[in-house]
Structures are given as structure tokens and as C-alpha cells.
């Protein structure tokens, strides 16, 4: 797990999800087909995470883009489409959602009512204007952005919270502590 999405698991932690990191989804030969990856390795999500109370399970793909134009949003589509594959390919989110559920009843790690919603977390959106867009978009996909303004309100959050051994914290309280 890289340090962006360590960030991001600490965050849904703080927000009551059970997380699993590089979350692989076991694809079968048929389904690696159909989605045009025959010979593909296992699907990875970055973070997979549960709430219980609410039974949602988000299969969150992690970018950062903290020293880069940031998340691009033009013409209705994420920009490039290959770096957001599971948002731009129907197919492909759809069987990899589907076997990811699959799989976790399968195990008895959630029942078989819980609700599937992807999630895209990002340190950075490139513009004004491919935010509120973007918002829209996910809004009518019903998936899940934590953007940068949301990771930025939730670090802030910790400043007043009690101490917690991660380093995401810990250079959180460190930055935001006001001098005395």
C-alpha cells in the first residue's frame, strides 16, 4: 500500500469502515475474457472497505496526484480513460464488482445484501470546473468521491482527536497544531 492510500484507509478507518488493503479479486479464466484480460493477473482494488452499520462495501481506487495537474474530468469521462479503468469500463467494473461481492459472501466476509459502490479517493482535482462535473457524475453513478476538500476537512478533523500510532496521524496533529 503506498503512503496516499495509507492515508485514505486511516480516514474510512476514523470513519467506521473495516479496511483490507490491495484488496485482489479472484477473476475466473471466462471473466478475464470477457473483459479483454485473458491472461491477466489478479484484479487488485486498493482499498476494500466495509461500514457494518450501513452494510456498504466501497471498492476504492486510490489517486494521488499531489504534484501533477491533478484528477481530469472533460467531456463526461476521466481523463486518460486507461488510468480509471473501472470507471471508463463498464464491463469491466461490472464483472469485477460482481465477482468481488461474490467472493467476499462466498467467504462470509459481508451477507449477500450488502451494496457494491465504487469509490475514487484523490488528493488533487485539476479544475474548478472538472470538480463540480465530476461530482455530478458520480452523484448519477452512484459512486463515491473523496476528493481532495474531503481528505483535506478530514485531517484538519484530527487535530482535536485523540492520539492514534499512524503515521497519517501523526504528521496530521504535527501540521495543524497551532503554536503556543
Request: with cysteine; charged share 30%; proline share 4%.
Amino acid at each position: 500500500m503506498d503512503v496516499f492510500e495509507s492515508v485514505i484507509a486511516m480516514l474510512l478507518r476514523r470513519e467506521g469502515y473495516w479496511i483490507s488493503p490491495s484488496f485482489k479479486v479472484e477473476l475466473t479464466k471466462e471473466e478475464k475474457r470477457a473483459i479483454d484480460r485473458g491472461t491477466s493477473p489478479r484484479w487488485e482494488i486498493d482499498i476494500l472497505a466495509y461500514k457494518g452499520a450501513t452494510n456498504e462495501l466501497l471498492a476504492v481506487e486510490c489517486k494521488s496526484f499531489l504534484d501533477s495537474r491533478g484528477v481530469i474530468f472533460q467531456d463526461g469521462s476521466l481523463q486518460p480513460p486507461s488510468t480509471y479503468k473501472l470507471f471508463s469500463e463498464p464491463r469491466l467494473r461490472d464483472i469485477v464488482l460482481a465477482r468481488l461481492k461474490q467472493q467476499l459472501v462466498e467467504s462470509e466476509s459481508c451477507p449477500p445484501q450488502s451494496n457494491v459502490r465504487l469509490a475514487l479517493a484523490t488528493g488533487k482535482i485539476a479544475k474548478v470546473t472538472d470538480r463540480d462535473a465530476l461530482q455530478a457524475w458520480f452523484d448519477f453513478n452512484d459512486w463515491v468521491l473523496f476528493d481532495d476538500r474531503w481528505v483535506q476537512d478530514k485531517l484538519r478533523g484530527l487535530q482535536d482527536s485523540r492520539y492514534e500510532n499512524d503515521i497519517s496521524f501523526v504528521a496530521a496533529k504535527l501540521a495543524l497544531r497551532s503554536p503556543k
